[in-house]
């Protein structure tokens, strides 16, 4: 709907437009939305039928509510201009600091 996509969906492109867009920035966390907003500006993003296996893990440990609350809380907070780095420490990947 939104043609923003996180790494769970598998985000797929071409070489030489990943390329031309420079990769993935280097983000701790949200490098998969801000490279879904670059795409967006030079093409359409197409939605595939076929499915991709993702890890549950996180979704099996913290329920599916808490989860998706989790998401669209750091999702909005990015949009909003929340720092990727602190938005990393809340989702659990970086160790809060000291």
């Known amino acids: 709907l939104s043609g923003i996509a996180t790494g769970d969906q598998a985000i797929f492109v071409r070489r030489e437009v990943f ?3 420079g990769g993935y920035p280097e983000l701790p966390l949200m ?3 801000a490279l879904s907003k670059r795409l967006k500006r030079i093409c359409r993003p197409a939605c595939l039928r076929e499915r991709v296996l993702t890890s549950g893990r996180r979704w099996q440990k913290h329920g599916v509510l808490r989860t998706i ?3 669209w809380r750091l ?9 990727p780095q602190q938005l990393a420490i809340r989702y659990g990947y970086l160790p809060r600091q000291r």
């Open 75 to 83: 999702r909005a907070s990015y949009f909003l201009g929340a720092d």
């Open 19 to 21: 390329e031309r867009l």
């Open 31 to 33: 490098e998969d939305i």
């Open 69 to 71: 609350l989790l998401m």
